[in-house]
């Protein structure tokens, strides 16, 4: 490539022909557009991968930096910085100087990024911790709401079965005061009747205390918590409150 290329001023056109000159090799004549050769040049600019005429400074261009940049070298020595140095008028001990405090800033900055790769696993290590002892402390809480549950779950069974008993000593002495007319009056009736009393006594007591230990259960907490979340009653009537067995 000439000086003219290099510097973008001339640059040949279709299959070599330097149309901006306005040359003819040969005197052929090949610049009249109505030879045959301008139409074999139509068609190479309109075949696959053809470049049209208006782009090839542009390309060029590209071309040249990408030459250039792969020309260039990656890195310098200390001793190509001591000659462009001289170059500028730079004694060679500011270089050095130059080279030295460069170095230092490269290794207080790798320290700099070691010390946060550190702390960066250090705080990954905790954050790992962290989630294990969530998960352990999820387990754990999981496991003592269902013990607690299963616990509360036992304890309304045995209500309902106090319960189911009162009624039927409840439906015993209501079928007792039926016949009552049918007794004769006397010491063996008033104990039938008396001892039908006692029995509800006996199983509404019963049914009270277990009604009360479910009740001061599930009003503590934790158990609070696992009775509000599992749908349990929070609290359970005692004999007074209860109007219909």
């Known amino acids: 490539m000439d000086g003219r290329h290099a510097h973008g001023g001339h640059y040949p056109s279709r299959d070599g022909i330097?149309?901006?000159?306005?040359?003819?090799?040969g005197g052929t004549g090949l610049?009249?557009?109505?030879?045959?050769?301008m139409g074999d040049v139509t068609r190479t600019r309109q075949?696959?991968?053809?470049?049209?005429?208006?782009?090839?400074?542009?390309?060029?261009?590209?071309?040249t930096r990408l030459m250039q940049k792969d020309a260039a070298p990656d890195t310098l020595t200390p001793d190509d910085l001591r000659r462009i140095g001289e170059e500028l008028d730079i004694p060679a001990r500011y270089v050095d100087q130059a080279l030295e405090a460069l170095a230092r800033r490269r290794e207080e900055q790798a320290r700099e990024a070691q010390a946060r790769e550190r702390l960066s696993r250090q705080?990954?290590?905790?954050?790992?911790?962290?989630?294990?002892?969530?998960?352990?402390?999820?387990?754990?809480?999981a496991v003592s709401g269902l013990v607690v549950r299963n616990g509360l779950t036992a304890t309304l069974a045995e209500v309902a079965q106090k319960r189911a008993q009162v009624r039927n000593v409840l439906e015993r002495r209501e079928t007792l005061h039926a016949r009552l007319d049918q007794l004769t009056p006397g010491l063996n009736r008033d104990a039938e009747v008396?001892?039908?009393?006692?029995?509800?006594a006996v199983e509404q007591r019963r049914y009270d205390e277990r009604a009360a230990a479910y009740n001061a259960s599930a009003a503590s907490f934790p158990t609070s918590w696992v009775v509000r979340l599992s749908g349990l009653p929070a609290s359970l009537p005692l004999s007074s409150e209860v109007s219909s067995w």
């Open 31 to 37: 610049k009249r557009q109505g030879d045959g050769f």
């Open 123 to 141: 705080r990954r290590a905790r954050l790992k911790q962290g989630a294990w002892a969530g998960v352990a402390l999820a387990g754990v809480l």
């Open 47 to 63: 075949g696959p991968g053809a470049v049209a005429y208006d782009d090839v400074n542009e390309l060029i261009a590209t071309a």
């Open 194 to 200: 008396a001892g039908a009393d006692n029995r509800v």
């Open 18 to 25: 330097d149309v901006s000159s306005g040359a003819d090799p």
